[in-house]
């Protein structure tokens, strides 16, 4: 569902790129500069969200979970999507609320399907099910090359079972989420994470003024 399709008022927003880059202190700035501004607005996350999302989460992201299934862990992704999308996203977005998604569908793409290697049309099947249909209008894509981003997890100690794949594999995830980006230039904008963290708001922030004048 998007465009003249919709069913809601609210404005709906992802962050996506490889881990480490940035996107937890970046929408955390999204959310204040709409609150700044008078708009409310809503930041969450994936896989979580939700309390059965983020009990998903924890099954997910565990070091200790090596033995799991490429199939299990795109169905259970998918899983904690379609409670997120029904029990918030989509309820918030009907209240005219913006919601700003630290990663969605594109992270599924990129990482199970370009990181992974599974078949990207049944990926996108599977996330059209549990979204049923709904994109983010905007996709704010932080690039930023994996060995800075896993630098900067290891500095902070943050270990789960992506972290714990190698470099390669980083890598792959990256070229993908440039690759959906490059097929769906309206809704993705790009920014380059290596800059300073307040410089990279500065550009959202810019960025989301010119597309909604907020
Ligand atoms: P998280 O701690 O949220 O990482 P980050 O701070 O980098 O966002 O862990 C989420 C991990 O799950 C991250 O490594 C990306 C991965 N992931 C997928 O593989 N597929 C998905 O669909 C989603 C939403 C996340």
Same mark, same amino acid.
């Given at each position: ?18 881990d ?7 929408? #955390? ?8 501004k008078?708009? @409310?607005a ?8 939700t /309390?059965?999302?983020?009990? %998903?989460? @924890?099954? /997910?992201l ?21 409670q997120?999308i029904?029990?918030?996203i ?7 609320t913006?919601?700003?998604t ?15 290697g599974?078949?990207l ?25 994996p060995?800075?981003?896993?630098? #900067? ?9 992506f972290?714990l ?12 989420f440039?690759? %959906? ?6 809704r ?16 959202i922030a ?6 909604y004048?907020?």
């Amino acid at each position: 569902m998007s465009g003249k399709d919709k069913t809601y008022n609210g404005i709906f927003i992802s962050f996506e790129g490889i881990d480490g880059c940035g996107k937890t202190t970046q929408s #955390r700035a999204l959310q204040e500069y709409f609150r700044s501004k008078g708009r @409310e607005a809503v930041l969450t996350l994936e896989p979580g969200g939700t /309390l059965i999302g983020t009990r %998903i989460r @924890e099954v /997910l992201l565990q070091p200790e979970h090596k033995e799991m299934s490429p199939v299990t862990e795109l169905l259970l992704y998918n899983a904690a999507r379609a409670q997120h999308i029904a029990e918030k996203i989509l309820p918030e977005l009907k209240k005219g609320t913006v919601v700003i998604t630290d990663r969605f569908t594109d992270s599924t793409t990129a990482y199970q399907g370009y990181g992974r290697g599974m078949d990207l049309s049944l990926i996108n099947s599977i996330n059209d099910i549990a979204t049923n249909g709904i994109k983010p209008d905007l996709t704010i894509l932080l690039d930023l090359d994996p060995e800075a981003g896993l630098g #900067r997890n290891k500095s902070v100690n943050k270990v789960d079972r992506f972290e714990l794949e190698a470099l390669a594999f980083h890598q792959k995830v990256r070229k993908g989420f440039l690759e %959906i980006a490059g097929m769906e230039r309206e809704r993705f904008e790009l920014i380059d994470a290596s800059l300073p963290v307040g410089e990279v708001s500065k550009k959202i922030a810019g960025m989301v003024n010119n597309r909604y004048g907020v």
